[in-house]
């Protein structure tokens, strides 16, 4: 059976799973989830949240880094999650560092009215929405997300997101220390979830700021060019990257 990946385009937990999949070259199948009903995957009555993967024989997992756990364990070839012990620490260590982009991302992704309607034109375009909806959660989405940006900021004690981007963009430099890849010669599990939870925003003035550090952008293009050979045809689907 096709493996299946239910997920929102602009979603960057999905990304990570989409990242290793394509790393791997499986063919699979997308389905894009409603954000609003979602009736896709009403099928999942303890777990409403994407990423959801059906693996090749039928078995749901949730959570995007379970997901890559068992997407290594379904296609070991290339193994992507590391077996010797001190290099599982350091990709450990990546995996947990990628998370915190995440949680910081949308400081910098929303800390204006007019990033924030960017975003949401962006999120609206390639999401599952109708005419009306486009509308209505692009202005709604974009006033909500920049007061919870204020939230994540206090929470997460980010003064200025703009600064801790460009920080985390060179902790990143500095974690690869020259290597083409943190794996080494190849990308491990944390090149594939920090790249998969960039992707989305590649388009936005968060991303061009990440790659605004040129040693970053290298890796960044080392990627894509790496995924842009490895992926199955069957299951490619850019992104839109304008914005
Ligand atoms: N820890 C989860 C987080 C997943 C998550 O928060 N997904 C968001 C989309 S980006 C979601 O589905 N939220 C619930 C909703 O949209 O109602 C993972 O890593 O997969």
Redesign the pocket.
């Known amino acids: 059976m096709k493996p299946k990946l239910f997920q929102?385009a602009a979603?960057?937990?999905?990304n990570?799973v989409r990242s290793i999949l394509e790393y791997k070259g499986v063919d699979f199948e997308t389905i894009e989830v409603h954000?609003l009903n979602?009736k896709e995957i009403s099928f999942s009555t303890d777990y409403?949240?994407?990423?959801i993967y059906i693996d090749s024989t039928g078995t749901q997992i949730?959570?995007?880094?379970p997901?890559m756990r068992r997407i290594d364990e379904e296609f070991p070839t290339p193994k992507v999650f590391k077996v010797d012990s001190k290099e599982v620490e350091k990709d450990e260590l990546w995996l947990a560092w990628s998370n915190k982009l995440v949680k910081g991302l949308p400081t910098a992704i929303y800390n204006s009215i007019s990033n924030s309607l960017s975003a949401f034109n962006y999120i609206t375009k390639i999401g599952k929405f109708s005419w009306f909806e486009k509308r209505m959660i692009k202005y709604t989405g974009a006033f909500v997300m920049t007061l919870v940006a204020k939230k994540i900021r206090k929470r997460e004690q980010i003064d200025q997101p703009e600064e801790f981007v460009k920080q985390m963009a060179q902790e990143w430099v500095n974690g690869l220390a020259g290597k083409p890849f943190m794996g080494g010669e190849q990308p491990s599990a944390s090149d594939l979830a920090t790249f998969g939870v960039i992707r989305p925003v590649s388009g936005l003035r968060a991303g061009k700021l990440l790659e605004s550090n040129l040693e970053f952008s290298a890796w960044m293009k080392r990627m894509q060019k790496t995924l842009d050979r490895t992926s199955s045809p069957a299951s490619k689907s850019p992104l839109p990257q304008s914005v």
């Open positions: 929102y979603c960057p937990f999905c990570k954000p979602k409403q949240a994407v990423p949730n959570d995007s880094t997901i």
